[in-house]
């Protein structure tokens, strides 16, 4: 299966990474083979408010990320994006321009379960298929609250995209983007107020530390393919700095650390005999019939 | 101990604490003997980037919290604090105010190791401290990243302190502040650009989604006690407020569910037999040797 998953079966694919999501046996033994096999990718998130045109964009990026003799994969985990089949009216992304491309693969998440689920299985998704030989990644995220900041903190490049007007660069700040953004796009650039929210967003982030790396605000019109080839170049750029600054390494030992640490929560809770037994513990910690550590003691037991 | 603790006997309550920040065997006994008494303290939150005062309007409220026949104590989690014996030149707190007062304790969290460290024990001796019998507890915590953000979210009532200047205003939007603040402190207020201050604060928070609870922005010169009582009255207002809302039970829900996914990993690091096994793990993870799944595994198989 996983053979035929590498080799470009598409059904092989979906049913690997199926099983992954669901966290099956064969899921956690797919995982097993495929961990190791990985490390090669690149990926890059894609995040911002409902409404910038983040598909647009990655509909975009697709045909300049795309190796020649590689793959790409796309992981959308916004369930209004028409990756997910949310496509609204007006919304003018052509899949059909990648639809016959078979070095291009697009999985939906979004319709998978509640907000946690998603946000908990994209980080094996996505080590899923940079194990399948998927040499670039792009992970397209609704950046409206902490589990799609976290998410977007998993990628290698986080890119965030904002409309014009100072509402969208306050929302940005607001939400934590200028933390994690290592690149921002002002899309729909041939709106009026595009170079006063792109002043906005330079100053905002001048007045952070001082960090190694000085994210760039660039603007794009995702719809007719303005400004794409300068954001795939910003990509690159900040790839080639991670790398030669050694700050690459650090990232992903962080992103270790933390997928560790949620591997272990959820080793706890699926062996935990009753399935209910940690909502149950979280309702009487919140009553201070028991402190969290005998609480967790009991679930650690219980395996 | 506890007893003598909970009567009032500060060495007794000193030797109890310390027990509980560094884990022994004895910490854990009286952490499970004082959290079924507690629940009833009230835990405010102070943060806010260094400089703003925020020391000075801790000791400002202590006195106007302070029950008469009650208890108090400061948490202090900033390395910078007076509170923590970190007080500079030019500070104007006078913690003598308080010195003879033994309805106030107070605890310095920050030079007990690593920032991780620090995070990590600030719920629990909160919880011990409610547990001993505090009605009140006023934790200040340095608001610069993602660790002191957290401790906040753990607090019924957070204060985000910032300094006037439209600077100031974009750091707390920066450092996610907007998101955490129940109540919105301009200190300094003696400077010329405070209006402006509170104006865009109060236009940034109006971007937001619409919240049951309107974070107010109040305006202090804590040096010289001015707003200082509004601020302890806006705290009152919200406590009332999550009461009546019913919202305290889903915060004090979602923190135990924190807690107690911080207490499952914390078990299982303690116990493993290799104090470096994690910290070997998550490097094997980062270099793609072992996938996190396996990595947890073999740690719940050691304990």
């Given at each position: 299966?996983?053979?035929?998953?590498?080799?470009?079966?598409?059904?092989?694919?979906?049913?690997?990474?199926?099983?992954?999501e669901?966290?099956?046996?064969?899921?956690?033994?797919?995982?097993?083979?495929?961990?190791?096999?990985?490390?090669?990718?690149?990926s890059?998130?894609?995040?911002g408010?409902?409404g910038?045109?983040?598909?647009?964009?990655?509909?975009?990026?697709?045909?300049?990320?795309?190796?020649?003799?590689?793959?790409?994969a796309?992981?959308?985990?916004?369930?209004?994006?028409?990756?997910?089949?949310?496509?609204?009216?007006?919304d003018?992304?052509?899949?059909?321009?990648?639809?016959?491309?078979?070095?291009?693969?697009?999985?939906?998440?979004?319709?998978?379960?509640?907000?946690?689920?998603?946000?908990e299985?994209?980080?094996?998704?996505?080590?899923?298929?940079?194990?399948?030989?998927?040499?670039?990644?792009?992970?397209?995220?609704?950046?409206?609250?902490?589990?799609?900041?976290?998410?977007?903190?998993?990628?290698?490049?986080?890119i965030?995209?904002?409309?014009?007007?100072?509402?969208?660069?306050?929302?940005?700040?607001?939400?934590?983007?200028?933390?994690?953004?290592?690149?921002?796009?002002?899309?729909k650039?041939?709106?009026p107020?595009?170079?006063?929210?792109?002043?906005?967003?330079?100053?905002?982030?001048?007045?952070?530390?001082?960090?190694?790396w000085?994210p760039?605000?660039l603007?794009?019109?995702?719809?007719?393919?303005?400004?794409?080839?300068?954001?795939?170049?910003?990509?690159?750029?900040?790839?080639?700095?991670?790398?030669?600054?050694?700050?690459?390494?650090?990232?992903?030992?962080?992103?270790?650390?933390?997928?560790?640490?949620?591997?272990?929560?959820?080793?706890?809770?699926?062996?935990?005999r009753d399935?209910?037994?940690?909502?149950?513990?979280?309702?009487?910690?919140?009553?201070?019939?028991?402190?969290?550590?005998?609480?967790?003691?009991?679930?650690?037991?219980?395996?």
């Amino acid at each position: 299966m996983l053979e035929r998953a590498t080799a470009g079966d598409v059904r092989a694919l979906a049913r690997v990474l199926t099983e992954i999501e669901n966290r099956t046996p064969s899921g956690r033994t797919f995982m097993h083979d495929l961990f190791p096999r990985g490390g090669r990718s690149w990926s890059t998130g894609i995040t911002g408010a409902p409404g910038a045109g983040k598909s647009t964009l990655v509909s975009g990026m697709i045909g300049r990320l795309v190796p020649d003799d590689g793959r790409l994969a796309v992981v959308a985990v916004d369930p209004s994006s028409p990756f997910s089949g949310g496509a609204i009216l007006g919304d003018r992304i052509r899949m059909a321009d990648h639809a016959g491309d078979d070095r291009v693969y697009i999985r939906s998440l979004a319709n998978r379960g509640a907000l946690g689920g998603i946000s908990e299985s994209t980080p094996a998704i996505l080590a899923a298929l940079d194990g399948l030989g998927f040499e670039e990644l792009l992970v397209e995220t609704v950046g409206v609250g902490q589990s799609e900041v976290e998410i977007a903190t998993t990628a290698d490049t986080t890119i965030v995209v904002v409309s014009p007007g100072w509402g969208d660069a306050v929302q940005a700040s607001k939400a934590g983007f200028l933390e994690i953004a290592d690149i921002f796009v002002v899309n729909k650039a041939d709106r009026p107020d595009t170079d006063a929210t792109v002043r906005d967003l330079e100053a905002m982030l001048a007045l952070g530390a001082p960090m190694s790396w000085s994210p760039p605000v660039l603007t794009s019109i995702a719809t007719d393919s303005v400004g794409v080839e300068a954001i795939v170049e910003a990509v690159h750029r900040h790839r080639e700095h991670l790398v030669a600054t050694g700050e690459l390494g650090l990232r992903r030992e962080r992103k270790a650390a933390r997928e560790l640490a949620a591997a272990i929560r959820q080793g706890v809770e699926a062996s935990s005999r009753d399935r209910n037994a940690t909502a149950e513990l979280v309702a009487r910690i919140a009553a201070h019939e028991i402190d969290p550590w005998t609480a967790a003691e009991s679930l650690l037991a219980a395996r």
